[in-house]
Each structure stands twice: as C-alpha cells, then as structure tokens.
C-alpha cells in the first residue's frame, strides 16, 4: 500500500508561545524565510505525499492564504527580472500538493482533530505530522515521513517516530515500551501519556510523526477522554495498536524543533539559519562573535 495522503493537525490553541501565537498561529510562526507549516508540506512533498489535509480552527484562515496564489504579489514580482526567482519560490508554494482543510470545531485533543480526516482518509493508509513539531534531516538523508514510510511499506505495521528524550520531556509527552528489531526500529507493546516518574518505560517518547490505517478512527472512538483536562490523547488509541503487536517505532535520523515552545522556536532559527544557503555563512560568524561577549 502506498502512502500518498498526510494529515497536519494545526488545530491547538498555541499557550506556550502567546503572545506571538495570539493572532498568527503557531504553525505560521517564521523559521528564517519560511513559516513553520511549509517545511512539514514540504517534507510531505519530498515523501512522496500528493494529498494533504490541514487541520484548522478559528482564526487560522491565513494558512490558507499561504498555500494559494497570491495573484497580485506574483504579478509584481513578475515585471522585474531580477525577482524571477523570488517569484519562483512565492508560486511553487501553491503547488507543493493537493492541501484540504478542516476546521476542528472544539480544542478536545490531538486524538479528536485526528477523527476530523476520517473522510478525507477513506481507505487509505496515511501519515500524521503535528502541526508544530518541525524536523530537520542532514542533506543526503531522506525526509522523516519517507523513513516512516520505508518501515510501514517493509513491516507491514503501523510507525512512530521516536527519540530518545530527557526525563522532563518524557513526562511531558510519553513513554513506550519497546523491544529492538533492527539498529533503530523497535517492536513497541504498550505507550503511556505523560508518564509519572515511576511509570517511565523507555526514555523514547514519540515526537510528531506516524503512518497509521484507517482503523486508527475506531482506536479514537475506543479512547476515553482524559478525566482531568476532557482531551483525547492520540497515543493512547497508538497503544491500542501496540497491543495487538501491530505498532513499530522508528529512532529517525534527523533534528526535532518544537515550534509550540519559545526555546524550541530559537533552536529550529538557528539551525535553519546555520544550514541557509544565503546567510548560513553569515550567521555562524555572528554566533563566534556574540560567543566572545557571552
Ligand atoms: P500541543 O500539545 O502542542 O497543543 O499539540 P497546543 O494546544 O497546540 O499547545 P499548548 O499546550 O496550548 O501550548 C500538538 C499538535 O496537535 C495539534 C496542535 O496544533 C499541534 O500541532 N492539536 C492539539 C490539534 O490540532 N487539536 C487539539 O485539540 C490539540
């Protein structure tokens, strides 16, 4: 089964990074040139992903915008020559793939914005990318979602993508209990949302990609919403699959950024800046120079 749709859950309310996150979502929030949400449409893209659906909430309209023509920016780029390329990179934004919108009409957790592709889906197996989790891989190293999709497409299981994290994220995220297959796949038998300390499996905790079946929708429906905050955690209809032996996980190669936190907006500015064709140079000189003041 080929994978060729993915679903972007952008749909949270963004607390951690307010004010900035207060009229601009989260996903639009800048890495150097480009908002957040384009390196997820474009790593898609370079996964061999054609169809995606984003979803949205209120006041989100401007994804929208970002992944449209943008007819009278374009027509003035257009008359000067020497913005050809800049124009260049302006359209070829609207044509990264097919992209559908939903809006999630209540914040009830990832678990439920994920429900809200069911249509969209239909048969289809699929990958998930949070709307906020940005990773970055070394050139010459495949996009994240395609090294999910090598594993689905070989084991025939459903994949998370996993990194070893610290105590303090682990608790914040999840837990998984895994044994190894491979240097860097592993069998996963049960997951636990925002473990306390003495409930801690693995240090790997899942950070923002899957490829799932349909029959997730009825894992969902299964979960029980979480008693304190009434969110549906999606890792816990994932453990539904471990379960049944039906879950691997991925250790990927590349870098995560978690753009819904203020130091992870910094570290994914920097990194993106070190690695821009145009002012990487640059900027490494500048953080030798800020060194020596520091
Ligand atoms: P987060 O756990 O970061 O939630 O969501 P959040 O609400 O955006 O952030 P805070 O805690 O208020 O700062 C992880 C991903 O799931 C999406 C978010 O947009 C993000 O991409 N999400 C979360 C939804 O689409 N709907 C939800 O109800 C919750």
Redesign the pocket.
């Known amino acids: 089964m080929k994978v060729t749709k993915a679903v ?10 307010l004010p900035a996150s207060k009229a601009v979502p ?2 639009m929030l800048n890495i150097v040139d480009k908002p957040a949400i384009q390196y997820l449409v474009e790593e898609c893209a370079r996964s061999g992903i054609t169809d995606i659906l984003i ?1 949205t ?1 209120r006041g989100k309209g401007v994804i929208e915008d970002h992944f449209d023509y943008s007819f009278e920016l374009e027509q003035n780029l257009k008359k000067d020559e020497k913005k050809a390329k800049l124009f260049e990179s302006v359209h070829a934004v609207a044509d990264l793939a097919n992209i559908y919108y939903i809006r ?1 009409k ?5 678990g ?2 994920i429900l809200t592709a069911e249509n969209f889906v239909g048969s289809d197996p699929f990958a998930i990318l ?4 940005i990773i970055l891989t070394d050139e010459g190293v495949k996009p994240v979602t395609a090294q999910l999709i090598d594993v689905f497409e070989e084991s025939g299981k459903c994949v998370c993508g996993v990194k070893e994290c610290s105590e303090e994220q682990v608790m914040k995220y999840c837990t998984l209990d895994v044994t190894p297959l491979s240097s860097n796949v592993y069998d996963v038998h049960r997951i636990i949302e925002k473990p306390k300390k003495e409930d801690i499996l693995s240090y790997f905790s899942i950070l923002g990609r899957n490829v799932v079946t349909p029959d997730v929708f009825d894992l969902i429906r299964n979960t029980k919403p979480c008693e304190k905050t009434g ?1 549906v955690y999606f890792s816990e209809a994932l453990s539904a699959y471990a379960e049944k032996n039906r879950l691997a996980a991925v250790d990927f190669s590349g870098t995560r950024f ?1 753009m ?1 936190d203020k130091l992870g907006i910094m570290q994914a500015n920097c990194e993106a800046a070190l690695r821009h064709p145009e002012i990487g140079e640059a900027f490494r000189q500048y953080l030798k120079d800020l060194a020596k003041k520091l």
Request: aromatic share 4%; net charge negative.
């Open positions: 972007i859950p952008a749909a949270g309310l963004g607390t951690r990074v989260k996903e979803i909430n999630q209540e914040t009830k957790g990832l439920h914005a949070y709307g906020d989790d969110e978690d819904g």
